[in-house]
């Protein structure tokens, strides 16, 4: 079993910078992938990207460049660093881990809002 933990959400203009945490309830350091998904209003989740436990990161085509994932484990926390936001990254923005059996079991955080407006 893994609890997630996500925050940082909030309130930021267009152009402005947020950063994401999300803080597991057991060592991050064996889990398989951990990472991060969106949903806004009236559409479906989104994948943005995930970091494997030996730091091998993917993103999505159109989150490349402006979105980062990094890990800590000894914090037992993934980040998501967000730049030159844009209404349209107005979602509430998930953590995701998927470890502990096979196949993968795949775990979730409660998600934070994340609204991008002037």
């Known amino acids: 079993q893994v609890q997630l933990v996500e925050s940082g959400g909030g309130l930021v203009q267009p152009g402005g910078s947020l950063r994401l945490s999300c803080t597991a309830s057991r060592s991050i350091a064996s889990i398989n992938t951990m990472g991060w998904y969106r949903q806004a209003p009236g559409k479906e989740r989104e994948w943005i990207t995930t970091i494997t436990s030996d730091g091998i990161r993917n993103y999505a085509d159109s989150m490349k460049g402006r979105f980062s994932i990094s890990r800590d484990n000894r914090e037992n926390t993934v980040y998501l660093q967000m730049n030159s936001l844009k209404p349209e990254d107005t979602a509430v923005y998930y953590c995701?881990?998927?470890?502990?059996?096979?196949?993968?079991?795949?775990?979730w955080g409660q998600g934070t809002q994340v609204t991008v407006s002037s």
């Open positions: 995701n881990a998927k470890c502990c059996g096979s196949p993968l079991n795949s775990y």
